[in-house]
């Protein structure tokens, strides 16, 4: 485990009221799945398909987080952090997606958020983290400009009833993901495989995100939105046009694609021509509310992405995760950098930032060294783009429990704190000790926020 005087060293480079937290999300945690009035979501009925989830698994029982949300409060408490991030599952508090709403499903964020308030963790939600009500899939789902309306009505209850304990609220989690690995490839929910079509449904995540905004802000304007966004710097592989001109592309439809329609108004022109028929209908006037102003951007950043026109050869030894994901911090500051110097930014949290790992519980330990260092070494990257002067305001581990991964089930483990899936047991990784050692030393060099 790293030490205390490099945990000092390195804590005192970020500013005294920086926020230090954990995320989750609902459909990865909570399970109790078809308990007090939720009904399906679209991962509920894509995790039935066969062949779908590597390990065959949903997210029904998952870590079981809705009847056991204290102990995990209690153990999030215990890593000094300020600030906890969770979403919301819109079909727990609106099994349809439009109509009445689920006040059993209301009464468990409710709980959780005065269980947070009790303990001094200021809460972080977001509104969509992919789990679309299925009801509104059977309607066109988010190809549906209609879905955007009910998104904002849903926005706005939660703002009304929740609104003032809430320290930020995030619209959607991860357009490109929910657009592209939903709608173009298939790999996860509604697993639709048409570029067309995830096209429309990017822009219409994206007016979703504006519509909501607005019907946020009409309740509560003072509560801090924004979007968070699945960010990554793209280098060619070589230095062959070819790849030059696929970064340039890459990159433009997974950030210049989200980035520029936000704080520009429109679509990067390269990336429409290249999508030629593919482009989705937009509106002036949609640009226009997509573009309103935000109060900040989360960015989740876990690796940085490789063109390449030819198949690379292997590079033997490369330092990756169990996703496969290249460890690679610098990228952090370069992506920080880059939106700095390109856009007119406001105020960054990175929302989301970790890795899997094979752990393996021995006794009652964890010993996850590479997780550790993987932290350690994004944290000091995120505080040189502060030095660079990128105002980042918060870092969020992604996650604080291991959980369902998606497609691959429960076979990745990201969390700080080991779940053992037979009994619940929760168990601090290495990592966990490791971030509550890193925040102490905050709080013994004064720099702890008052919560
Ligand atoms: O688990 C996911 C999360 O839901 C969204 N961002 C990436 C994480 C790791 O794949």
Known sequence: MSDLPAS????????????????????????AAHEGGRADSIWDEFCRRSGTILDASSGDVACDHYHRYEQDLDLLRTLNVDAYRFSISWPRVQPDGSGAWNETGFDFYDRLLDA???????????????????????????????????????????????????????????PWVVAILGHESG??????????????????????????????????????????LNLSPIHPATDSADDLAKARIDDGLLTRWYLDPLLFGRYPAD???????????????????????????????????V??????????DRNVTEMGWEVFPAGLTELLL???????????????????????????RVEDAARVAYLAAHV???????????????????SLLDNFEWADGYTKRFGLVYVDYPTQRRILKDSALWYRQFLAARARSGQARAS
């Open 187 to 228: 790999r996860f929910a509604p697993g639709l495989r048409d570029r067309k079509l995830a096209m429309q449904v990017s822009h219409h995540l994206l007016l979703g995100h504006g519509l909501a905004l607005r019907a946020l802000r009409a309740e509560r304007p003072r509560l801090p939105a924004g979007i968070v």
């Open 8 to 31: 000092a060293e390195l804590i005192r480079r970020f500013p005294g009221d920086f926020t230090w937290g954990v995320a989750t999300s609902a459909y990865q945690i909570e399970g």
């Open 380 to 398: 000091r990257a995120l505080a040189d783009a502060i030095d660079g002067g990128v105002d980042v305001r918060g870092y969020f581990i992604w």
């Open 271 to 305: 990336v429409l021509d290249h999508l030629g028929a593919d482009a989705p209908l937009a509106s002036p006037e949609d640009l226009r509310l997509i573009a309103q102003p935000l109060d900040f951007i989360g960015v989740n950043y876990y690796t940085r992405g």
């Open 116 to 174: 947070m308030h009790r303990r001094g963790i200021a809460a972080h939600a977001t509104l969509y983290h992919w789990d679309l009500p299925l009801s509104l899939q059977s309607t066109g789902g988010w190809h549906a400009r209609e879905t955007c309306a009910r998104f904002a009505d849903y926005a706005a209850e939660v703002a009304r009833r929740f609104g003032d304990r809430l320290a930020s609220v995030a619209t959607i989690n991860e």
């Open 338 to 364: 880059r939106l700095r110097a390109d856009y007119p930014l406001p105020p960054v949290y990175v929302m989301e930032n970790g890795a899997a790992y094979r752990d393996v519980l021995v006794g009652d």
């Open 307 to 316: 063109a390449a026109t030819v198949p690379p050869a292997p590079v033997p």
